[in-house]
T-cell receptor
C-alpha cells in the first residue's frame, strides 16, 4: 500500500513549455486534490475531483488543467508554464465515508517545479 | 480565498520544553486538522477534531477544537529534536464540503 504517489519529484521548465504532473493513489479514495505550496502562503487548492470523470476549480485554477480519467489517477497539466508557477505541488486524496465532514486528506510527497 | 491565521509563525525552543500554537478564523469550521510537514515531504496528519470543545491526544501531542468553532490549539509536550518541522492547521469551513482551508504554518525549531 503506497498511499499517494507523485511523479516527477522535480522538474525544471522553460517559460512556455508544457508538462503534466501525475498523482496516483491506491486507497480507493473518491476525492482527489491538487495544491500548490509557496513560502508563507500555506497550501492553496488548484483543482479537485469528487469522482472519476469529474473535476472542479479550487482557489487558484488559472493556468492549470486537470483530468480524472481513472479513479486512482489525477493529472495536473500546465499548458504554457510561467515563472509564477514555480512552486511545490502536492496531490492529496480522501474518502467519502464517515459523513459529510471531517474526512482527512492524505498527501503525496510533492513535486518541485522550477520555471525559468 | 480564506486562509487560517496561525501563530506563532516560527518558534525556536529548547529540547524538553512544551510548545503551544494556535489557529484562528473569522468564520465557523466544522472540523479542525493538524498536519506536520518535514522538509521535502508532504504534510502528514497528526490529529483530527470533529466536535466543538473536543480535546484529543496523540502521544505527546494534544489538540483542542475551540468552543466557538473558530479556533483550535495544538500543544506538544517535552519537545524532542524530531519535532522539528512545519505544523499546519486545516479545517473544513461550514458550506465548504470536502475542501480544506489551510493555515500559513508554524515552523518549529528545537535546540538541543
Amino acid at each position: 500500500n503506497a498511499g499517494v504517489t507523485q511523479t516527477p519529484k522535480f522538474r525544471v521548465l522553460k517559460t512556455g513549455q508544457s508538462m503534466t504532473l501525475l498523482c496516483a493513489q491506491d486507497m480507493n479514495h473518491e476525492y482527489m486534490y491538487w495544491y500548490r505550496q509557496d513560502p508563507g502562503m500555506g497550501l492553496r487548492l488548484i483543482h479537485y475531483s469528487v469522482g472519476e470523470g469529474t473535476t472542479a476549480k479550487g482557489e487558484v485554477p488559472d493556468g492549470y488543467n486537470v483530468s480524472r480519467l481513472k479513479k486512482q489517477n489525477f493529472l495536473l497539466g500546465l499548458e504554457s508554464a510561467a515563472p509564477s508557477q514555480t512552486s511545490v505541488y502536492f496531490c492529496a486524496s480522501s474518502s467519502t465515508s464517515g459523513g459529510a465532514f471531517g474526512e482527512t486528506q492524505y498527501f503525496g510527497p510533492g513535486t518541485r517545479l522550477l520555471v525559468l | 480565498g480564506q486562509q487560517l491565521n496561525q501563530s506563532p509563525q516560527s518558534m525556536f525552543i529548547q529540547e524538553g520544553e512544551d510548545v503551544s500554537m494556535n489557529c484562528t478564523s473569522s468564520s465557523i469550521f466544522n472540523t479542525w486538522l493538524w498536519y506536520k510537514q518535514d522538509p521535502g515531504e508532504g504534510p502528514v496528519l497528526l490529529i483530527a477534531l470533529y466536535k466543538a470543545g473536543e480535546l484529543t491526544s496523540n502521544g505527546r501531542l494534544t489538540a483542542q477544537f475551540g468552543i466557538t468553532r473558530k479556533d483550535s490549539f495544538l500543544n506538544i509536550s517535552a519537545s524532542i529534536p524530531s519535532d522539528v518541522g512545519i505544523y499546519f492547521c486545516a479545517g473544513h469551513p461550514t458550506g465548504g464540503g470536502n475542501k480544506l482551508t489551510f493555515g500559513t504554518g508554524t515552523q518549529l525549531k528545537v535546540e538541543l
